[in-house]
């Protein structure tokens, strides 16, 4: 029995070994979506300039593609996960997420910009799903909302990587060069990927997670109580009263930060204060570093205090409260001084769509909690896709007709313009997260 249970435990801790290199790679791989998701505003100029691309709202099209294909993946990339598998999954997606990226650099009309950044977009957007089907393998229930928090983490390097590196490659090199490199970095991470990830414990002989936990005393992994078809499963969630505020609430509250993290910040700060791309590029630097400061704080507040909705609320109202100052201050150019601490706040307020998948999982029977999560995380991209290009219809309907080296300039009123259109779309987040049914941290199941 001793030599019994000894054999268990060394299979335990190279279990608990091995599955680093499994999640490690495709954490890694994961930068590559945070890079797609952020690049274009760095390159903003340049592609307006390159492209003669008129009009601001064209800009925000190109950008916001990104965000509708990376939510209309989600779904598939469930799908792809659970009868491919991730290993499979992973490696076809950063293959396509290569050759996006080089079609993108190598693009010489619009429409073939359109085409790399779709198939950029279609690529990363099987990462995320597929790295969740990873944690729920190879690591502990217990677990998993500190995986989550180090995906984060992960996925914001990328974000910072998009910001002042990418600046500096596009002042030292160009434009087109930082599309080539992200696309050799996915080729490198596929390999990889194909190599180290392996689906599950089982195909390596190692013993499956749910054995592990029902050993250990903590019981297997959530277990579904019944056996129901996609169509009635989507049918429950989104006939769901309370699936509905979280949703809305991310849809608004990510779609403004990604309008200005994402395409219009680096554009506002050459324009309004003159700076270079690179000192701009600092500000989307401190956007993403109070993400991750406030990220993983609100949902571990969340998670000790035992509450969703006034967490939530709160990081909508502090992100409202912050952007009506950055809208008023000095007709929406505030002084430089201040200009570090706004941003940090406004990603620390962006911070209560971490808790987003929980809401709505947890308003949800628990058998349906997949296709829950999955819309859950969609909401955040609609929202994106929609306010980029409306940020930019805003500055076309008040340009005044000024252009700098092929680049419309547009002046402050402009942008204040555009700004309150976001605080608009922010106060109606607010209102939604009012709505959000409180689970004490607990499955209702669809109380």
């Given at each position: 029995m001793e030599r019994e249970q000894g054999a268990w435990q060394e299979r335990v801790r190279r279990l608990d070994r091995r599955r680093w290199l499994v999640w490690v790679p495709v954490a890694l791989a994961f930068l590559a979506a945070y890079f797609h998701r952020t690049a274009t505003g760095v390159v903003a100029d340049n592609l307006m300039r390159d492209f003669a691309i008129e009009r601001a709202a064209e800009l925000g099209v190109l950008s916001s593609i990104y965000f509708y294909t990376y939510a209309a993946m989600q779904l598939p990339s469930g799908i792809m996960a659970d009868f491919w598998g991730p290993r499979r999954t992973i490696t076809l997606a950063l293959l396509v997420a290569a050759g996006g990226a080089v079609l993108f650099g190598a693009s010489e009309s619009l429409p073939a910009l359109y085409a790399g950044r779709f198939?950029?977009?279609?690529?990363?957007?099987?990462?995320?799903?597929?790295?969740?089907?990873?944690?729920?393998?190879?690591?502990?229930?217990?677990?998993?909302?500190?995986?989550?928090?180090?995906?984060?983490?992960?996925?914001?390097?990328?974000?910072?990587?998009?910001?002042?590196?990418?600046?500096f490659v596009v002042e030292a090199l160009d434009w087109r060069a930082a599309f080539y490199i992200i696309a050799a970095y996915s080729l490198v991470m596929a390999a990889v990927s194909w190599l180290a990830v392996r689906d599950r414990p089982a195909d390596i002989g190692l013993p499956p997670i749910a054995a592990v936990e029902e050993r250990e005393g903590g019981g297997a992994a959530m277990a579904a109580t019944g056996r129901y078809g996609v169509a009635a499963c989507i049918r429950t969630v989104l006939g769901n009263r309370y699936t509905w505020p979280p949703f809305l609430t991310a849809a608004a509250v990510y779609g403004v930060f990604m309008a200005f993290l994402?395409?219009?910040?680096?554009?506002?700060?050459?324009?309004?204060?003159?700076?270079?791309?690179?000192?701009?590029?600092?500000?989307?630097?401190?956007?993403?570093?109070?993400?991750?400061?406030?990220?993983?704080?609100?949902?571990?507040?969340?998670?000790?205090?035992?509450?969703?909705?006034?967490?939530?609320?709160?990081?909508?109202?502090?992100?409202?409260?912050?952007?009506?100052?950055?809208?008023?201050?000095?007709?929406?150019?505030?002084?430089?001084?201040?200009?570090?601490?706004?941003?940090?706040?406004?990603?620390?307020?962006?911070?209560?769509?971490?808790?987003?998948?929980?809401?709505?999982?947890?308003?949800?029977?628990?058998?349906?909690?997949?296709?829950?999560?999955?819309?859950?995380?969609?909401?955040?991209?609609?929202?994106?896709?929609?306010?980029?290009?409306?940020?930019?219809?805003?500055?076309?309907?008040?340009?005044?007709?000024?252009?700098?080296?092929?680049?419309?300039?547009?002046?402050?009123?402009?942008?204040?313009?555009?700004?309150?259109?976001?605080?608009?779309?922010?106060?109606?987040?607010?209102?939604?997260?009012?709505?959000?049914?409180?689970?004490?941290?607990?499955v209702l199941g669809g109380e």
């Open positions: 198939l950029s977009s279609v690529g990363v957007g099987l990462l995320f799903v597929n790295l969740v089907k990873i944690h729920a393998d190879w690591f502990r229930v217990r677990e998993f909302g500190t995986m989550s928090g180090l995906t984060v983490l992960v996925g914001n390097a990328g974000s910072l990587l998009a910001a002042t590196p990418l600046a994402g395409v219009w910040g680096v554009p506002y700060f050459m324009q309004v204060y003159g700076m270079p791309r690179l000192e701009a590029s600092g500000y989307m630097v401190a956007i993403v570093a109070g993400n991750m400061v406030g990220g993983p704080l609100v949902g571990f507040l969340s998670d000790k205090l035992g509450y969703r909705r006034w967490p939530y609320c709160g990081a909508a109202a502090m992100f409202l409260a912050v952007w009506l100052t950055l809208t008023l201050w000095n007709g929406g150019r505030p002084p430089v001084w201040a200009l570090y601490p706004l941003v940090f706040a406004i990603g620390v307020g962006l911070s209560g769509v971490t808790i987003s998948v929980a809401c709505v999982r947890e308003v949800n029977p628990p058998q349906m909690a997949g296709i829950a999560a999955g819309f859950a995380n969609s909401g955040p991209f609609i929202g994106a896709a929609l306010m980029q290009p409306l940020f930019g219809w805003v500055l076309d309907m008040n340009w005044q007709g000024a252009v700098e080296q092929g680049v419309k300039v547009y002046p402050t009123a402009a942008w204040q313009s555009a700004f309150w259109l976001c605080a608009a779309v922010l106060a109606a987040g607010l209102c939604m997260s009012l709505l959000i049914k409180e689970t004490r941290c607990r």
